[in-house]
């Protein structure tokens, strides 16, 4: 008896303590995707994502807490219920929609671009490099080019340095840093491919009130610019920003 | 970590090393280590006694219960370890929160499948979604080890029940012609003598088992090898204040001197336990340590 009553008290305290402060939001990220999302030194997540992440949350006034997911199992593990939200450099796309929401988009739509060992490579009839389930990936695969997918973006470079490929296919905004640190190693090829609608944070379909939630935040931050400052922060003064009416717009 | 660390650009190379291998992400590394070990620590008993209890089931003289003995070495051993992983850690996992919604969500309206969504409510998630990122990965790793319980634990129960019957026959006869009852003869004759017979098979388990660490990423937990792909990969100097090239192959050489380190600790314990149970056992090994203290 004595036991049946503890257990009772427990489920109800727990239970209590549930409902009292049910509003903390797990977001999903990769953590291998810089500038968009990384680990840094001190073992935090961090990037762009994390400090757009960390004020929408203040904004929706929800508590927020960031885990990290493998790429592949990202979505999947949405849908069960491990983690609330993503925001993990994914951007919009058809296929996606059919399975999870988008809020948004808080990265106006990305160019994507080649980057091979040497100039003058044939990019359409070249062996190229992609990350498994991506935007690149699938134009790759449509474009005529062999393509050879990883499971992470650092073993997609990895394998032009190596020569397993001729070129990796990847966000700009990725592989700029790359390139600049290379020393000539690392070159961009032919010109930048615009390629789906923007980056949004992914939601459940179920999940309504709080995809609204995180678009009226969104909304808020492209409207007093603090969206703009940051996408200045992270990707540098010429990247694409937000105009007046919350469109893209491009860079000073 | 150490004082001089604020501007790592500017230290020698000893101290660059110093800074940079104490690092918050190194940190995380390290304790790596220590939850593969504890997950071993945890594993191996577990798995012995799915394996033990497997075994005793699949010759048990109670038919509905040897085919479930039976069935459960079949099936774990017949499904590929990485399916298993994908989809029963997802299963068991939406199975518990599953039970908990039945229990604690009276109030509770809406499907718990909308298309490939899987909601129930608040109360009902395992672990709530309150709860420090800690509890979760505690969570996960307990999901962890039962999930390796139950794939090695059927291994070892057909380990196990290829030793019982390795057991000379004469053996149980003569137990039998004593007057000793079944079950006394299972735990007094049979269970002593066939460790010996399974002690091999075991250890080859053990060994898988070490190596089979790997797939704990599978199921969301930062292993060595996730943190060792992760912190060997190109760093820039926008992003860290250590930048470095593509280090991906020194740190998978540390992670297999630690695997090699660690199967050869593994190796010479194993050869002492089995000197230890051959003694005075009625088989080749035992009768040669025999004649060795005679003469």
Known sequence: MKKLILGTAALALTAGMAFAQDNTIRMGTEGAYPPYNFINDAGEVDGFEREVGDELCKRAELTCEWVKNDWDSIIPNLVSGNYDTIMAGMSITDEREEVIDFTQNYYPPTASAYVGAAEGLDVTSAIVAAQTATIQAGYIAESGATLVEFATPEETVAAVRNGEADAVFADLDYLVPLVEESGGELVFVGDAVPLGGGIGMGLRESDTELRDKFDAAIASMKEDGTLNTLLKKWFGEDTQVYGEDGAAASGS | ?295
């Open chain 2, 1 to 295: 970590m150490f004082s001089y660390c604020s501007d790592p650009d500017t230290l020698e190379t000893f101290r660059w090393f110093s800074c940079y291998l104490t690092t918050g992400v190194h940190m995380s590394f390290y304790v790596a280590f220590l939850k593969v070990l504890l997950l071993l620590a945890i594993t191996a008993p577990v798995a012995l006694a799915f394996g033990f209890a497997g075994a005793m089931a699949a010759r048990s003289h109670f038919l509905p219960l040897r085919w479930l003995g039976k069935v459960y070495i079949a099936v774990v051993r017949g499904v590929p370890d990485i399916a298993f992983f994908l989809f029963f850690v997802i299963a068991l996992d939406q199975a518990v929160e599953y039970l908990r919604h039945k229990m604690l969500c009276s109030g509770w309206d809406q499907p718990i499948r909308q298309g490939s969504d899987f909601v129930v409510c608040q109360a009902a998630k395992m672990p709530l979604s309150t709860a420090p990122q800690f509890i979760h990965e505690t969570y996960g790793f307990f999901l962890a080890v039962i999930t390796f319980a139950i794939v090695f634990g059927a291994f070892a129960a057909n380990v196990l029940f290829g030793g019982m019957r390795a057991v000379p026959h004469a053996q149980l006869e003569t137990a039998e012609a004593y007057g000793m009852s079944n079950r006394q003869t299972f735990w007094r004759i049979l269970v002593p003598q066939m460790w010996v017979y399974a002690l091999p098979g075991l250890s080859n388990l053990w060994m898988v088992l070490i190596k089979a660490t790997p797939l704990l990423f599978l199921l969301g937990i930062e292993d060595i090898v996730y943190w060792a792909r992760e912190l060997g990969g190109t760093k820039t100097s926008k992003f860290t204040s250590y930048p470095h090239g593509d280090w991906r192959m020194w740190y998978f050489l540390v992670l297999l001197i630690f695997y090699l380190a660690f199967t050869r600790v593994s190796e010479v314990v194993l050869e002492r336990v089995m000197v230890r149970l051959t003694h005075g056992q009625a088989t080749s090994g035992g009768e040669t340590q025999r004649k060795a203290v005679v003469q």
